[in-house]
C-alpha cells in the first residue's frame, strides 16, 4: 500500500512504541493497516532482529511473563512467585514428560502395537537383553522417585501410592495387578515381542473399565466420610468448636439400661435398683470413654484449625490481592462453577484444599499454553499408579482431559457430563457413523475438488444446527485458524480395528475448503480485505489476509511437525489483543482480559485428527466471553476413530455456547459443508437461498494436493 500521513498517525496510535519511519516501514510493504500492524509486532517476538524488552521497574518477574510491548494497560510491578507440593511436583515431572511418551511411542510403532494404552512386553520378563522394550522398561523405572514425589503431592488422607515396576516389592500393592494381560500366554525365554489379541485386550479393557468404576466410587465415598461434620467457618476461633455429634451420642450410650434408657446419673431422683451398685469396673470405663471422646474432640479440633490455615495460606498465596481475588471470581462467575466452589469451601473443605491447590478455580496461566509440557499434559495412568487430582481420577487419558470434565459436571445448568469409557465411546462412534446419508441432491456441483478424485460424495451425519450464542455483526472479527502437521499434508490413515485393537492403517485424502469459506463470508460482509489466516503445527505463523489473493497467500503456508493447538491459540489471542489493546488488560500469569468494549472473535478452526492439547484448549475456552469458535473436523471415511472424536467434540460443544462443531468424512461435499459452517459461524440459520448468493463468487478453486 501507498501509506498516507493518517495511515502513519494511526499506525503509531495503535503502536505508541514505533516512529515515523518504522511506521511507514511496515505500512509500505503492507496490504492495510492492520496487516502492517500485525507483521510488525511479529517481528518483534519472532524476528531476528528483535528488540530485548526491559524489565518493569521494581519486579523480578520472569521474563515470560512480561507484558507485550502493545499492552496499553497492563498489571506491572507485582513479584509473585507462589508454589505448593502440587506445583513443585508439576515441575519435576514435566521436565521428562514429553520424553519419556515418545519413548513409550516409538516402542510401541517399533512392535506394531498401535493402542496408546498398551506397553510391549516380552515372552521372558527376566532377561534383561537390552532391546528397545527392555530399555524403556528402565528408563520407567528410574522415574520411580518421581513418581513417589508425586503422589504424595496428590494422593488424598488415607490412600496408598502404588506402582507398577515389577522391580520392586511394592509393586503387590497395585489393584490392577489381577487384570488380565492383553498379551497370550507363550513360553518363557522366547526374545521376541509378543502381540496382543482382539479378544485378550478385550477382556482386558472389561475388567479395568470395572475397577476404575469401583476404586473412583470407593474413593470418593472415603473422601466424603473424612470431611469435618460441622463448618469450619462459623467460628472465629476454630477451637471454640466442642466434640461432634457422633461422639456425643456415642459416649451417652454407654452404660444405658435396656428397661428405660436412664441411668441413676442420667435421672437422680430415680433409685437405684437393688443389686445395680456402680462397680470400679463401670466407673473405669465410663472414665476412659470420656477421655477417648475428649482425645477425639481434641484432634478434631487441631486438624479443623489446621485445615482452616492451610485454605487461608494457599488462597492468600494464590490470588495476593484484591484486584487478584476479583479475577478469579470472574472467572468462576463466567465458567459457571461459583456456587459449586463455595460449596465446596463451605462444606467439604478437604477436597477444595485439594482442587485449590491444582488451581482448578483459576484461570490457565498464560506461559502454560506456550510450554511443551505443563501440568495439564501430565499423563493419568490407573495401572500404572500415575494419579490425577479428583478422586474419581481413574479413566481419564490426562490432567485436562479430567480437569475439563470436573468443569463440565459441576458447571449451573449443566446435566451430568460423565466421561463414557472406552468400550461405549467406540460404540457410540460406531453407531455414529452407521447414521451416515446421502447428502441433498441440490449441493452437488461439478467444481467440487473432490471429483478430481472420484464422481460421488461420502455419506455424511447430518448434524442438526442448533443457534446458540449471540449472532454475528458487523463489528465482529473473523479469523482462521489452520492445522498444518504433517497429516494434514500428506495422505493421512485410517486405524482398522479388531473388535477395540487397532492391527493396521489405511490412506485416505483429506479435502480443504477455507477458500469457498472465506470467499462467502467476504460476500456476507462486503468485507475486500480478507480475514487473517494462522497456521499452527510445532509453531504458530501468521500467513497473512485471505481474499482475492488466495493461491498467492496459500503458497507460503508451510507443512509439517506435530499439531500444537495451544500455540496457535495463543497467536489468535495476541494478534486479536494487537489490534484492541486499548479495551483490555494484560495480567501477568492469565494474559489478556478483555473489556466490555473489545469486539467479539470468530475463530474457525480447521483440524484432521485429534489434537493432544484440545482439552487444555477446551479449558481456556471456559471463561472466556469474548469469542466464538467453530471447530471443524475432517476425517476418513468409515473411521471408528472419527466418529469418536467427533462425538468427544459434540459433547463438549453442547455445554458451552461458545463452541460450535462441524465434521466431515472422506470426499467431502465442499458446499454442503461450507453452508453448514457458515451457520455455526454466523450463529444464525442461514437460508439456501441466501447460501447460494454468498456462494457466487466462489470461482477458480484450488485443487487438491495429496
Known amino acids: 500500500m501507498l ?236 477451637e471454640a468448636s466442642g466434640p461432634n455429634e457422633a461422639d456425643t451420642i456415642a459416649s451417652s450410650n454407654i452404660q444405658r439400661p435396656a428397661a428405660h434408657g436412664l441411668t441413676h446419673k442420667n435421672n437422680p431422683s430415680t433409685p437405684l435398683a437393688e443389686g445395680s451398685k456402680p462397680s470400679a469396673f463401670g466407673s473405669l470405663k465410663r472414665m476412659l470413654s470420656k477421655k477417648t471422646s475428649e482425645g477425639k474432640a481434641e484432634k478434631a479440633v487441631t486438624d479443623t484449625k489446621g485445615l482452616r490455615m492451610a485454605i487461608l495460606e494457599e488462597e492468600k498465596g494464590r490470588w495476593p490481592d484484591q484486584e487478584w481475588r476479583q479475577l478469579v471470581a470472574a472467572y468462576q462467575e463466567a465458567v459457571g462453577i461459583n456456587q459449586k466452589v463455595a460449596d465446596l469451601r463451605a462444606r467439604y473443605p478437604i477436597q477444595y484444599l485439594h482442587l485449590l491447590q491444582a488451581g482448578y478455580f483459576e484461570p490457565i496461566p498464560v506461559a502454560w499454553a506456550k510450554s511443551a509440557s505443563n501440568p495439564l499434559k501430565l499423563t493419568i495412568d490407573a495401572v500404572g499408579g500415575w494419579r490425577g487430582v479428583t478422586p474419581g481420577w481413574r479413566g481419564y487419558k490426562d490432567l485436562a482431559e479430567e480437569r475439563l470434565y470436573w468443569v463440565m459436571n459441576n458447571k449451573e445448568g449443566v446435566r451430568n457430563k460423565t466421561k463414557p469409557d472406552v468400550i461405549s465411546a467406540m460404540s457410540m462412534a460406531r453407531s455414529r457413523m452407521e447414521s451416515a446419508v446421502e447428502i441433498p441432491t441440490e449441493y452437488f456441483s461439478r467444481d467440487d475438488i473432490c471429483n478430481v478424485h472420484s464422481e460421488t460424495y461420502s455419506q455424511q451425519v447430518m448434524s442438526p444446527f442448533r443457534p446458540s450464542g449471540e449472532p454475528a455483526v458487523p463489528l465482529d472479527e473473523t479469523m482462521i485458524l489452520l492445522e498444518v502437521s504433517e497429516s494434514i499434508n500428506s495422505v493421512p490413515l485410517r486405524p482398522n480395528y479388531k473388535e477395540h485393537l487397532i492391527t493396521g492403517y489405511s490412506r485416505y485424502i483429506a479435502k480443504a475448503i477455507i477458500r469457498r469459506f472465506s470467499q462467502a463470508m467476504i460476500n456476507h460482509d462486503h468485507n475486500t480485505r480478507g480475514y487473517q489466516l494462522v497456521t499452527f503445527a510445532d509453531q504458530a505463523r501468521y500467513i497473512g489476509l485471505i481474499n482475492q489473493n488466495f493461491e498467492q497467500i496459500w503458497s507460503n503456508v508451510r507443512f509439517g511437525g506435530k499439531a500444537r493447538l495451544m500455540l496457535g491459540w495463543q497467536r489468535a489471542k495476541e494478534m486479536h489483543f494487537q489490534k484492541h489493546s486499548g479495551t483490555a488488560i494484560y495480567h501477568p500469569m492469565y494474559g489478556w482480559k478483555a473489556g466490555p468494549e473489545t469486539p467479539t472473535l470468530r475463530l474457525l478452526i480447521v483440524v484432521d485428527g485429534e489434537v493432544t492439547d484440545m482439552n487444555e484448549f477446551l479449558l481456556d475456552l471456559l471463561g472466556l466471553s469474548w469469542v466464538y469458535v467453530t471447530i471443524f473436523l475432517m476425517g476418513a471415511d468409515r473411521c471408528p476413530d472419527h466418529h469418536r472424536l467427533a462425538n468427544e467434540l459434540q459433547r463438549i460443544s453442547n455445554t458451552n455456547p461458545h463452541i460450535s462443531f462441524l465434521d466431515a468424512q472422506g470426499n467431502i461435499p465442499e458446499r454442503f459443508v461450507t453452508h453448514e459452517l457458515l451457520k455455526r459461524h454466523l450463529r444464525y440459520n442461514v437460508s439456501f437461498s441466501d447460501f447460494e448468493m454468498l456462494e457466487q463468487a466462489t470461482v477458480d478453486l484450488p485443487l487438491y494436493t495429496a
Open 3 to 238: 501509506p498516507s500521513t493518517d495511515d502513519i498517525t494511526k499506525f503509531i496510535a495503535i503502536a505508541p512504541e514505533a516512529n515515523e519511519g518504522t511506521a511507514l516501514r511496515f505500512l509500505e510493504g503492507a496490504e492495510n493497516i492492520d496487516d502492517a500492524i500485525s507483521r510488525y509486532y511479529d517481528e518483534i517476538q519472532n524476528g531476528p532482529t528483535a528488540p530485548t524488552l526491559p524489565n518493569p521497574a521494581n519486579t523480578t518477574m520472569d521474563a515470560e511473563n512480561l507484558p507485550p510491548p502493545y499492552a496499553r494497560s497492563a498489571i506491572r510491578g507485582l513479584e509473585h512467585h507462589y508454589t505448593n507440593t502440587f506445583i513443585e511436583a508439576s515441575d519435576v515431572r514435566s521436565k521428562d514428560e514429553q520424553d519419556i511418551k515418545a519413548a513409550l511411542h516409538d516402542v510401541q510403532q517399533a512392535c506394531r502395537i498401535f493402542n496408546s494404552d498398551i506397553e510391549p512386553v516380552h515372552a521372558s520378563e527376566f532377561l534383561n537383553c537390552n532391546c528397545d522394550v527392555h530399555r524403556y522398561k528402565d528408563r520407567k523405572a528410574a522415574r520411580l522417585p518421581v513418581q513417589e514425589m508425586w503422589s504424595k503431592a496428590v494422593m488424598y488422607p488415607g490412600e496408598s501410592a502404588y506402582h507398577d515396576i515389577n522391580t520392586s516389592s511394592h509393586a503387590i500393592k497395585n489393584p490392577y495387578s489381577r487384570v488380565p494381560s492383553p498379551f497370550p500366554v507363550t513360553t518363557p525365554g522366547a526374545l521376541t515381542a509378543r502381540n496382543p489379541t482382539p479378544s485378550g485386550y478385550n477382556h482386558c479393557l472389561q475388567k479395568t473399565i470395572q475397577l476404575n468404576e469401583t476404586l473412583n466410587t470407593a474413593a470418593q465415598a472415603a473422601i466424603n466420610a473424612k470431611e469435618p461434620t460441622s463448618t469450619i467457618w462459623d467460628n472465629a476461633d476454630p
